[in-house]
């Protein structure tokens, strides 16, 4: 079966905007080499979209440019396992500073993913410990896979 991640926003930004060997940039471009699946739920692909459209009105990115970086997403999407968490029971899921991730959170919990990729230090996600997923970031990822190759 294909290990499942659940990505944050922040990475798929560095990946797509960053330098092409960045970790962020590392971790898309061996997806399925490695046998991944990233993991979306309703609420975080609604905002990964919304982001993403943002960040490239912000740079000034033309309609065919922002319409590329959002068809690139829709692929990652189209490809990932989607996981619905409108029915968890919040009360078994840890909380953490940022109501805003807290989507990541759920949609690992609910997926039984493997991994929740970060590289935010202020929600609180980096110091979960104890279930059933690992909380990373890109890089620390990378080293573990590379210890199961």
Sequence with gaps: ?????????????????GEETSD??????????????IVFSQEFI??????MKRHC???G??????RQALINITDLFQQGKSTNTR??????IPVINDPDDQML????????????????????ILDLDGYSFKCCTPLEYMQDLEEVV
């Design 1 to 17: 079966m294909a290990s499942r991640i659940v990505v944050d926003t922040n990475v798929f930004i560095g990946a797509i905007f």
């Design 87 to 92: 029915h968890l029971d919040r009360e078994l």
């Design 61 to 66: 990115l033309d309609y065919e440019s922002t």
């Design 24 to 37: 962020s940039a590392n971790l898309l471009a061996t997806l399925d080499e490695n046998g991944v699946r």
């Design 105 to 124: 959170v759920e949609a690992a919990y609910s997926s039984d993913a493997d991994y929740l990729i970060t590289w935010d230090k202020k929600s609180g």
């Design 57 to 59: 009105n912000s740079l």
């Design 46 to 51: 609604g905002e990964l979209m919304y982001i």
